[in-house]
Nanobody, 126 residues
Framework: QVQLVESGGGLVQAGGSLRLSCAAS????????MGWFRQAPGKEREFVAA????????YYADSVKGRFTIAGDNTKNTMYLQMNNLKPEDTAIYSC???????????????????WGQGTQVTVSS
């Protein structure tokens, strides 16, 4: 089993920045990729960004490209999401997810991931 704990959410004004963290514990020897998803009130959960642990390949949703940066620190089993130039439409609960399997990987698919964190609230005021 793997446990994921997010932190770093909060309230920020439009144009501001936040840095989310996702710390993994447990069976962390099997970490293929990690991702961030978000869910706004009344909307479906959507893909934000992901990183393949080996090689550091990153993936971004078009809506955040150029504003958000995903990174991983395998010495700490922690993934980060640096969010700059935040907009009110970025308001959501942000959840991190981990894929422990190898193989063909579609970063944007929720079913690609095996473990999920509880989420952290990000609120951007206008």
């Amino acid at each position: 089993q793997v446990q994921l704990v997010e932190s770093g959410g909060g309230l920020v004004q439009a144009g501001g920045s936040l840095r989310l963290s996702c710390a993994a514990s447990g069976r962390t020897f099997s970490m293929y990729a990690m991702g961030w998803f978000r869910q706004a009130p009344g909307k479906e959960r959507e893909f934000v960004a992901a990183i393949r642990w080996s090689g550091g390949i990153t993936y971004y949703a078009d809506s955040v490209k150029g504003r958000f940066t995903i990174a991983g620190d395998n010495t700490k089993n922690t993934m980060y999401l640096q969010m700059n130039n935040l907009k009110p439409e970025d308001t959501a609960i942000y959840s991190c997810a981990l894929r422990s399997r190898g193989g063909i990987y579609y970063a944007r698919g929720e079913l690609e991931y095996d473990y999920w964190g509880q989420g952290t609230q990000v609120t951007v005021s206008s």
